[in-house]
């Protein structure tokens, strides 16, 4: 690439971050983008891929929570009172405040998975940046509850190649995005596909308050809450 053409490539990855922030579209169509710092690709390299959905036939749903979900007692009560299998993704900044709460949480299944240290958006980082963002927070969850974390949600929903390639060198197998989402009156958003909850399912539950409601609806449609890790 001629030095001539930079100053454009990276207009071009500014607008294509702000347009994901606005609309909270995965970023799977835009064109993939060299960080600066990013290392060669390894031949046979393989990548962690970025999934909303789980191919399956069992009659199961995933929920997950970003971002001090857990910080709502009534969210920590009803996760151990009903040994709900759930996915916290974590942030340091947000969550670190309350991680005490989280071994009751763990104890009873939560999954405990990467959200990054700073919440900082990562498409368009400098590779070095994003692979701090990812490798800091896995170092964090490893020493205060001895989890290695697989999984990676990233902020905003937004990547490119450099987060894969980064979250791949920090042991990340799959970035989790989501297949619908909680709005505030208890109802679904769903961001493709048929708007019903299908077996395999990956929900963003961004509203802690929607839990209730959103498992009776999950009991209407004959599934149940499944655990992410042991599908991924």
């Known amino acids: 690439m001629s030095r001539g053409r930079r100053p454009g490539r990276r ?7 702000t347009t994901a922030l606005l609309t909270g579209c995965a970023p799977d169509a835009a064109p993939a983008l060299v960080a600066a ?39 920590t009560d009803l996760l151990s009172s009903r040994r709900l299998p759930v996915t916290l993704f974590l942030t340091d900044t947000v969550a670190g405040p309350a991680y005490g709460h989280l071994a009751r949480l763990r ?18 980082l400098p590779y070095a940046g994003q692979r701090a963002e990812i490798c800091g927070q896995r170092t964090k969850l490893t020493s205060r509850f001895g ?18 390639r980064a979250a791949a060198s920090c042991g990340v197998t799959s970035l989790i995005l989501w297949r619908a989402s909680t709005e505030t009156d208890g109802t679904l958003a769903f961001r493709r596909g048929a708007p019903r909850l299908q077996p395999g399912d990956i929900v963003a539950v961004t509203d802690p308050e929607a839990t209730e409601a959103l498992l009776r609806r999950i009991e209407a449609a004959g599934l149940r809450v ?6 991924l």
């Open 37 to 75: 710092g990013e290392p060669a690709p390894a031949a046979g390299e393989r990548l962690p891929p970025a999934v909303d959905h789980v191919p399956t036939t069992d009659p199961v749903v995933f929920l997950t929570y970003d971002d001090g979900a857990e910080r709502d007692p009534g969210l």
């Open 226 to 231: 499944g655990r992410l890790e042991d599908y």
């Open 147 to 164: 989890v290695t974390p697989r999984l990676l949600r990233p902020p905003y929903g937004t990547y490119d190649t450099a987060t894969r």
């Open 107 to 124: 104890a009873v299944g939560t999954g405990l998975e990467n959200h990054t240290q700073h919440h900082r958006a990562l498409r368009g």
């Open 11 to 17: 207009l071009l990855a500014s607008a294509a971050l």
